[in-house]
Structures are given as structure tokens and as C-alpha cells.
């Protein structure tokens, strides 16, 4: 790729226009070709991200690049949604990430290819993050628990909370502000449910999941023996049921061998203090008969 192109990528977070690759002398049968070998991904007519990044991209990496690139084409807009999310650096789980949600001067609420225009929400003033303009964070998780639901909307807020990005007050004042009642109770439970100790996606989802089977869940909970601290479990059932989310990613190389004996010597030690251990993965979660099945047979050995 040409010297200009690259600089032009890089300066601009990896993104750029049809115009503003004609500004370092990119006519449209360069752009073609870049788009064939993979140098340039177009994203939307006129609009395009490096190829390299785009294919090295989580998909919330990729919900960014799309969403900051469709802002170059719609000056005013601001993101929103799922899309303020990822700007904010959230994770996002159960959300389509294909498609950009913006606020803007729209009278209603239009749905075109890949994206979603809002409109203004009354009483929201946009912030800027890297530049980016986007809606305050509460607003944004605010209208996600109203769009995608309260799952989704809770694995940004687990993640904000623990980070200390926001507050569970400013959440309910975003909610409402934007919601009606059905979407202010939506946002109160899902406040309820919230723990700034969830240290990941998976252990949102699995706490949650334990909550909705009506188990007595804690959280991040410091277990000791006669020989001292023997660890912080990611959940507590009961009195004796330890419940671990493993996401099955931290185990490889040799620093993951090393983790994982670590990880065995803690499990030994707290099978030894009376505990029982069910690791949950991801698959798990999607099967709440088989989880609450796990819970209640740890249950009875423990007894």
C-alpha cells in the first residue's frame, strides 16, 4: 500500500473516506484494487477501514470502526446504543454488531441498511470519547437495556461499575429520563442484578443465570482453610458450592500450564476445606437445566 495511503489510515484511526483517499491521489481504480487484495475493507459506500485491522478486529473493535466511520459521513450525528458502548470501551454480548446506532435531527426512528437512526433524546447533551462523539454512558446503557434487553445492557454495566466508569444512580437517572415506566422498571431490576464484582462477560452471564434459576448467589467470594487464604472464587451457592466460570482461554503456552496447576493446587485445597467445585463454560450457559442439574448434585455431595 502506498507511503500517503497508510499515513492517511493511520492518522485517522484506521479509517477513511472515498474524498479523503482522492486527497492523496487514491483514484477510484487504486481503491479498487486495494479493496480486491484486501488493503482496504469498504464498509459502506465512500467509507473504508484498513483491511489488516479490520480482519485482526474483535467484533466490538469492528462495531467501533464501523460506527466512527459512518460519523465521518453524517456530521452532527452522535453514537448511540450499543454503538456509544464499544466507543466507551464496553464489551457487548448478545447484540448485533453489524449494525450503527446514531442520534441525530431524524423525527423518528428510521431503520436502513446497517444502521439505525434515533431521535434526539430530550435532556441529553453528547460527550466526546477519543474524539468520538457519543452519548454520555448512562444514556447509552440506558437505551441498550431499552433496545437489546437486560442482559446485554448489564454486561456494559458490570463492566462500568467495576472499571468505576459510572454509577448505578446515574444509570436510573438516564433511565428516567429516556424510558417510559415498563423501560424504568426494566432498568431498576437490571440495576438490582448489577455487581461491580463480575470481572468479565462470562461471569455476568453466569451470575445472572444462577440468580434467574433462584439459587443464593454470592459474589467473589475470599475462602480460607486452617492454612490461610486459599483463594477468591467467582461465585458462592449456598455455603459449600463453589461456581467458577472458565471462559477455557487463559490455559495455553507455558505461562497457561503454569495457571492451570496453580488453578488445580487452589480447586485441591478447597475440595479438602469442604467445598465442591462446578466449573461452568461457555456452552454451560445456554443450558440452565444442565447448570441447575450441576448446582443440585455438588449440593448433595457438600451436604
Known amino acids: 500500500m502506498d507511503t500517503r495511503i497508510r499515513a492517511l489510515l493511520t492518522g485517522r484511526g484506521q479509517i477513511c473516506t472515498t474524498t479523503q483517499l482522492r486527497a492523496v491521489d487514491a483514484d477510484e481504480a487504486t481503491v479498487a484494487r486495494l479493496v480486491r487484495e484486501g488493503s482496504l475493507v469498504r464498509l459502506r459506500r465512500g467509507l473504508f477501514a484498513a483491511g489488516p485491522v479490520w480482519q485482526a478486529a474483535t467484533p466490538e473493535r469492528r462495531l467501533s470502526l464501523r460506527t466512527r466511520a459512518v460519523l465521518l459521513d453524517r456530521p452532527g450525528a452522535v453514537a448511540s446504543h450499543a454503538s456509544a458502548a464499544v466507543i466507551h470501551g464496553l464489551p457487548l454480548w448478545g447484540v448485533a454488531t453489524s449494525t450503527v446506532d446514531l442520534v441525530c435531527t431524524t423525527p423518528r426512528r428510521r431503520v436502513r441498511s446497517g444502521l439505525r437512526l434515533h431521535p434526539w433524546p430530550a435532556g441529553v447533551s453528547p460527550t466526546s470519547t477519543d474524539g468520538v462523539p457519543v452519548v454520555p454512558l448512562p444514556v447509552a446503557i440506558a437505551q441498550m437495556a431499552a433496545e437489546c434487553g437486560s442482559i446485554p445492557a448489564l454486561v456494559c454495566l458490570d463492566r462500568a461499575l467495576h472499571e468505576g466508569a ?138
Request: one cysteine or more; glycine letters at 12%; proline letters at 3%.
Open 166 to 303: 459510572v454509577t448505578t444512580g446515574a444509570v436510573a437517572e438516564a433511565g428516567a429520563l429516556l424510558l417510559g415506566p415498563r423501560g424504568r422498571l426494566r432498568i431498576e431490576s437490571m440495576i438490582e442484578r448489577s455487581d461491580p464484582g463480575c470481572e468479565s462477560v462470562g461471569e455476568t452471564r453466569t451470575r445472572a443465570l444462577l440468580i434467574d434459576l433462584g439459587l443464593p448467589v454470592r459474589t467473589q467470594v475470599t475462602i480460607r482453610d486452617g492454612e490461610g487464604f486459599v483463594g477468591r472464587v467467582d461465585f458462592l451457592v449456598g455455603e459449600r458450592v463453589v461456581v467458577e466460570f472458565d471462559g477455557m482461554l487463559k490455559y495455553g503456552g507455558a505461562d497457561g500450564r503454569r495457571a492451570l496447576q496453580s488453578e488445580k493446587a487452589r480447586e485441591d485445597r478447597l475440595r479438602a476445606a469442604g467445598y465442591v467445585v462446578v466449573r461452568l463454560v461457555w456452552a454451560d450457559l445456554d443450558d440452565p437445566e444442565r447448570v441447575l442439574d450441576l448446582v443440585h448434585r455438588a449440593s448433595r455431595r457438600a451436604a
